[in-house]
């Protein structure tokens, strides 16, 4: 969907910002690119939609040349979200979500339909937002503004630029988890820069980690942390990256020891003898991450695992399970 063949952007004062870059994002894809301040992740975002024009190499969106397009008319096929959101001050909350597609030649009343049911999607009641000012709103509800807002004209490709990092961390990792379940059933390809190396590993179907002006690796979460392809990216992702490992680790069926969860399930059910049965419970495919926190707070030493399709349980995840998963992740790596 987005291409980038052997592009440089190079400044007057003989400053170059991205240096022979060359990588693709599939259609559908969520690519993080995460690096220092200054090291060329934001002047590679603005290039697609031609905030920044490359020096030298081409882009291609679905097959185009970005620069045979019309910058204008470009931007309006591109979602925009920043840190700063940029809402309109005098614009309610409906207006500015609504303005893309009116600005596309959609009827009124249509633009304000659809504005609507961006709202709900991204958990925002229009009857009781939609007429507010952004001032009125929360940064956490702004910055979901500013995601509808983007969303309104249904483009194919996303730009995010920090856009969760104004809003403090609870706010954020709940946003996080709001835009993930969103990406599901919207599916955009969708470019998203950020300077925290967590957040590209949870958001990101790959990861570009940059150096100066370069792309050090460009690689699923679990490759970058699993085995970094220069000393570069193993400083970068840390000497904890096996524990950063847990968030990009999921919990299988190969991972449980059989157990019958009903005490798990049902507060009000029978308890097993010495209570030894989990109260607490994640579903398959959750991050190990998730389920070692609740492993953590179970004084039983393990948890109940269900199967998130049909709520039946899965069995039971122990401390020894989750050594399995981190040894099956480690071995894929190998």
């Given at each position: ?297 179970e004084d039983s030493g393990r948890i109940g695992v269900t199967d998130p399709v049909s709520g039946e349980p899965a069995g039971v995840l122990t401390p020894a399970g989750v050594h399995r998963a981190l040894r099956r992740a480690r071995a894929q790596d190998a």
């Open positions: 969907m987005i291409r980038f063949e052997h592009v440089t952007k190079r400044y007057a004062d003989g400053t170059t910002a991205v240096d022979d870059l060359s990588f693709e994002v599939a259609e559908g894809e969520l690519v993080t690119l995460v690096g220092p301040s200054g090291c060329g992740k934001t002047t590679t975002m603005k290039m697609v939609n031609r905030l920044i024009e490359p020096t030298s190499g081409r882009i291609l969106l679905a097959g185009e040349d970005i620069a045979d397009a019309d910058p204008v008319q470009l931007r309006r096929r591109i979602g925009y979200v920043i840190q700063q959101v940029g809402l309109f001050p005098h614009r309610t909350v409906l207006e500015n979500t609504a303005t893309v597609p009116q600005l596309l030649g959609t009827p009124k009343a249509r633009a304000r339909a659809r504005a609507a049911e961006l709202l709900e999607l991204v958990g925002l009641d229009p009857a009781v937002h939609g007429g507010r000012y952004p001032e009125q709103l929360s940064g956490g509800q702004r910055q979901r503004v500013g995601v509808a807002r983007a969303l309104a004209a249904d483009p194919p490709v996303l730009l995010m630029d920090e856009p969760f990092g104004a809003v403090d961390p609870v706010v954020r990792e709940r946003l996080q988890n709001e835009f993930l379940a969103l990406q599901k059933s919207v599916r955009k390809t969708i470019l998203l820069v950020t300077h925290d190396l967590e957040e590209a590993i949870r958001l990101g179907d790959r990861i570009a980690v940059y150096g100066s002006g370069t792309i050090e690796q460009f690689a699923a979460p679990a490759a970058v942390l699993g085995s970094p392809a220069t000393p570069y990216v193993a400083s970068f992702v840390g000497a904890d990256r096996g524990l950063k490992r847990l968030a990009v680790t999921r919990v299988e069926a190969a991972d449980l020891e059989p157990a019958d969860l009903e005490p798990a399930l049902d507060p009000a059910g029978p308890k097993a003898p010495s209570g030894a049965a989990p109260a607490a419970t994640v579903e398959l495919g959750a991050s190990l991450r998730e389920a070692l926190a609740a492993l953590l707070q």
